[in-house]
DNA sequence: AGTCATAACGAACACTGTTCGTATTACGAA
DNA sequence: TTCGTAATACGAACAGTGTTCGTTATGACT
């Protein structure tokens, strides 16, 4: 009701604000309108928020403020948070490569391929809440499932064990990223292993000897394990039980 | 500014109220006073909250308001909401009972232990996102450790693998709990099973079967499991697999 | 009876996901 | 070219969340 702008070749501030800010987009792009904003732009954006700030920072908000828009604008392209979530481990999914079935080292190529997905979820901290949160119902979830079923198949494992196996190992590879991301949350990078490792023992053998015997006296034991040792360890204990060749 | 209350004896409405509110307190205690807000309350209010709505709706204000009280009063015997999920999870494994170690049996007393913690996440829907979400700094989570510790020992199983597969299968157990949580979220109760089971195995055959031969066709496999046969099946591969005497 | 550390509290802050109604845009038809 | 229309983007707001600040009331000890 204020003030209007038809009158003749003048435009608001906002829109001139706006045209400003598409002058330095990228100069070699097809389109020097706007921004168009879609799904693809939406996750690829996320992602590298969850990369540089962990998934307990992403929000829609700084997804929106980063793409220069409203938050409102989002949910034209995503129903909710949780489907961006979805979205965003079905990306990581869809980036794991799967091997063409060997059946003389399937148990190798399983533990591979888990350990590709483990290391996405590394890769964005605490993304894993989200992969146990959303029910494993994403297509790219079941082209991994399928994938290592059917190494599991070519590897001679009965179907029945072979289907609870990859269950398992979803979620115990979802919980492990999980537990090793908010571990590393204080820690500044990779360094300083050991010394979390000898410290650790320490606050264990802290503990009282009668009531706690076992822990006390096996601290070596429970805090054992360099870089995926214990992934590999599990994920070896999973698929050798249903080995139909015992070793 | 408006209007004080130091006149004389008058006291305050809301003191008034609160006086009335003190008097059909339970008539047996002994502090007629008012109603002393300590840990154990709060941890007991808020099991109950989760018991009734689930983990999910679990908020400060709620317990707060359930104790009669705001929000604020509740930081006095509580750092954080994490801490207060802490001593939840905390609760929940000071409630396992863990058996004298039998060596003869020792498998099975493992999986009926974790069989209790599953039942107690089970419970309180959506709890096990925190017991995933802490770190098992928990001095109940190692009580559980222990327990199944000397188990394990007693089993005749080696300390190193017995310590790794301790620290999966609380991972495998919390990650299973959590998404049993959220399968049941829509269903009304533990009815309905078979009817849920048959839509999956629908759903699963609505694949395109070029992409995914092994799904579609071992959709049975993929959706079977009465109970926790799944949940014993996993156990008892990572427990099998550390086993001294091989059976 | 008086003092004082402690607990309880009301109100607010900064923030979250989400929605409503509007304003703007792009594109095909006249 | 001009216009109308469907789809999109967006500002502002709502109902919540965890958490903190400054104040008030309490209960025990001297």
């Given at each position: 009701m204020a003030a209007r702008n038809s009158s003749h070749g003048t435009v608001s501030r906002d829109q001139w604000a706006t045209?400003?800010?598409?002058?330095d987009e990228s100069p070699s792009a097809p389109r020097p309108r706007k921004a168009p904003i879609t799904v693809e732009r939406i996750v690829e954006v996320a992602l590298r928020l969850v990369e540089v700030d962990g998934f307990e920072a992403l929000t829609m908000r700084r997804?929106?403020?980063?793409?220069?828009?409203?938050?409102?604008?989002?949910?034209?392209?995503?129903?909710?948070k949780a489907d961006l979530d979805d979205l965003l481990i079905g990306e990581l999914c869809a980036r794991v490569a799967l091997p063409t079935p060997d059946p003389d080292?399937?148990?190798?190529?399983?533990?591979?391929?888990?350990?590709?997905l483990r290391d996405q979820f590394l890769r964005y901290h605490g993304i894993s809440h989200a992969a146990l949160a959303a029910s494993p119902n994403n297509l790219?979830?079941?082209?991994?499932?399928?994938?290592?079923?059917?190494?599991?198949?070519?590897?001679?494992?009965?179907?029945?064990p072979a289907a609870?196996?990859?269950?398992?190992?979803y979620l115990y590879?979802?919980?492990?990223?999980?537990?090793?991301?908010?571990r590393q949350k204080p820690g500044e990078d990779v360094d300083g292993r050991t010394l979390d490792r000898d410290e650790a023992i320490e606050r264990l053998q802290m503990l009282p000897a009668?009531?706690?015997?076992?822990?006390?006296?096996?601290?070596?034991?429970?805090?054992?394990?360099?870089?995926?040792?214990?992934f590999d360890f599990t994920l070896g204990l999973l698929f050798q039980g249903i080995t139909p060749t015992t070793s």
């Open positions: 045209r400003i800010a598409a002058l997804i929106a403020t980063t793409l220069q828009t409203g938050p409102a604008s989002l949910y034209a392209h995503v129903r909710n080292h399937w148990q190798t190529q399983v533990i591979d391929v888990y350990g590709q790219d979830t079941f082209r991994i499932n399928e994938g290592v079923f059917a190494i599991l198949l070519a590897g001679g494992v009965p179907a029945q609870w196996a990859i269950d398992a190992a590879v979802s919980a492990y990223s999980l537990e090793v991301s908010l009668r009531r706690f015997p076992n822990m006390t006296s096996h601290a070596r034991e429970l805090t054992a394990g360099e870089g995926h040792e214990r």
